[in-house]
């Protein structure tokens, strides 16, 4: 059995579709860090049904889809398919007919997962079976990885042994013999479990029989309660039965009285009907009889006002007579009429002047409504423009008391940074008074110092030439000896102790 060909479709770094052909004469893949030669690797042991994600190089089986890059984006799946043919040997099993296999697995982001042979759907036993007894497969000496030749040597006779077993093809037969024990055991624990539920069955078998003749009894007592039933029921139905024909016989004694009644019914409305024909004539002519008589009162009323018209003429011409009379009074007046009539027509022309000012000022009034229609609309323009200013002023008042803030910080930032300054500088300054005083000091201790201080000393000659840190721990220790000293003098019994 020989590796012919890989196929990679977003595993890892293999983004687009790539083919490896394993043709006589190539011995290896070769190429420089991180193009991608352990993935290769990777993906030969995980089409073999590798479920270890560590042995992957990786925390989630997710990790090795092609997880896309800045200018690449992300695959949903991962597929890599592996072209074995068989050159001397064929292939074990149901395959031996077979001169080439081709084995693929998927998986998606969704965390599913296929497995083919053959582009045959199968199960992840089925690929692990092929492979068994071969000397190939995910965790077997075929693959062996960086650092891994050392594990093989330094490995335990239990792991050495798999190896061996692998080799010599018997792990094929030892899984199958685990699957049979796991199930016998299995077998074995659902025996004991059988066993615990026939013991209780039989505690309760006691309980169950004597439940069952109670039912068996319930059944009986069912039954006679049902044919009584049955009987009651019969009964009840005769009697409804009897009485159902006594009814009938009841409605059909009603409905011939009902047809007698209706009989009488229709001689009575017909009689009543030749009564209605009687009085509609004497209404006939009580009505002839009412119009000769309103035909007789309007004659006498026409006679009555002829007689009241003769009256009337008579009083206008004595009306008349009387105003005769009058007009010679009348003609006395006219004079003061033609006055009269002279003043009106004054006051019509006065009145029509009167008139054409109202029209007049009429005119102006709408020429001044029209000015005010204007005014209302520039001063709705000029409201808008108002307010718009103002939401501007508004806009830039905030802007200004932002800009005041941020000054005002800028302000009290440069006040602190100077301060800060200030005291650097402080610092600065008793830093150098303290190493003014230590190189005087040190003088000093240089020119009384015994041979045991050489030591400290050097220190010293270290924190003055080195950093400001140095310095103070120099400082520290120089503080430190005369404490010492002063304590050994205070306690001299406790130093010949």
């Known amino acids: ?42 993906a030969i042991r995980w089409v073999m049904g590798e479920q270890r994600v560590r042995t992957l190089r990786g925390k989630r089986m997710e990790d090795v889809i092609f997880n896309g890059s800045e200018e690449v984006a992300p695959v949903g799946m991962a597929e890599v398919s592996m072209m074995l043919a068989a050159d001397e040997q064929k292939f074990q099993g149901n395959y031996a007919e077979c001169s080439e296999v081709m084995i693929t697995r998927r998986l998606f982001r969704e965390g599913e997962s296929e497995y083919t042979i053959n582009k045959i759907p199968c199960r992840l036993l089925d690929v692990r079976e092929f492979f068994m007894g071969t000397g190939v497969g995910a965790r077997t000496y075929s693959l062996v990885e960086q650092n891994s030749v050392a594990a093989l040597v330094e490995a335990k006779p239990e792991e050495r042994r798999q190896f061996i ?87 059909n004694s009603l409905k011939i009285g009902d047809m007698d009644v209706r009989t009488r019914m229709q001689g009575i409305e017909a009689a009543l009907e030749e009564l209605k024909a009687e009085v509609m004539e004497n209404e006939n002519l009580i009505s002839a009889h009412q119009e000769k008589l309103y035909s007789t009162k309007n004659a006498i009323n026409i006679k009555e006002q002829g007689i009241e018209f ?59 409504r029209k000015m005010n229609r204007t005014c209302r609309q520039e001063l709705e323009e000029k409201k808008i423009q108002y307010i718009d200013i103002v939401t501007e002023k508004a806009k ?102």
């Open 1 to 42: 059995m020989r590796l012919r060909k890989l196929e990679i479709t977003g595993f890892k770094s293999f983004r687009e579709k790539v083919v490896v052909d394993f043709s006589p004469g190539i011995s290896g893949i070769v190429g420089p860090n991180g193009c991608g030669k352990s993935n290769i690797a990777d």
């Open 165 to 251: 077993e692998e080799a010599a093809g018997i792990s094929k037969y030892k899984s199958r013999k685990e699957s049979a024990i796991r199930k016998m055991e299995a077998t074995r624990e659902n025996l004991v479990r059988l066993n615990d539920i026939i013991r209780e069955v039989r505690t309760q078998l006691n309980a169950i029989s004597r439940q069952a003749k109670k039912a068996e009894q319930f059944k009986i007592l069912k039954k006679a309660v049902k044919e009584a039933e049955l009987a009651v029921s019969l009964q009840a139905y005769a009697e409804l039965s009897n009485r159902r024909n006594s009814l009938d016989d009841a409605r």
């Open 310 to 368: 003769a009256r009337r003429k008579i009083d206008d011409l004595a009306a008349r007579r009387q105003r005769g009379i009058a007009e010679s009074e009348a003609l006395r007046k006219r004079e003061e009429i033609a006055a009269l009539r002279a003043a009106a027509a004054e006051a019509d022309g006065t009145i029509g002047g009167l008139r054409k000012g109202v029209a007049d000022h009429e005119q102006d009034l709408e020429e001044l």
């Open 396 to 497: 830039l008042k905030n802007a200004v008391t932002s800009l005041t803030r941020m000054i005002e910080d800028l302000g009290k930032r440069k006040e602190r940074e100077n301060r800060e300054i200030e005291e650097n500088e402080k610092r600065a300054a008793a830093l150098r008074c303290t190493l003014e005083r230590l190189r005087t000091g040190l003088a000093a201790d240089e020119g009384r110092s015994p041979t045991s201080w050489k030591g400290p000393g050097r220190s010293w000659r270290r924190a003055i030439n080195g950093s400001p840190n140095s310095a103070r721990r120099a400082a520290g220790r120089r503080r430190a000896w005369p404490r010492s000293r002063s304590l050994r003098r205070a306690m001299p019994g406790a130093t010949r102790g």
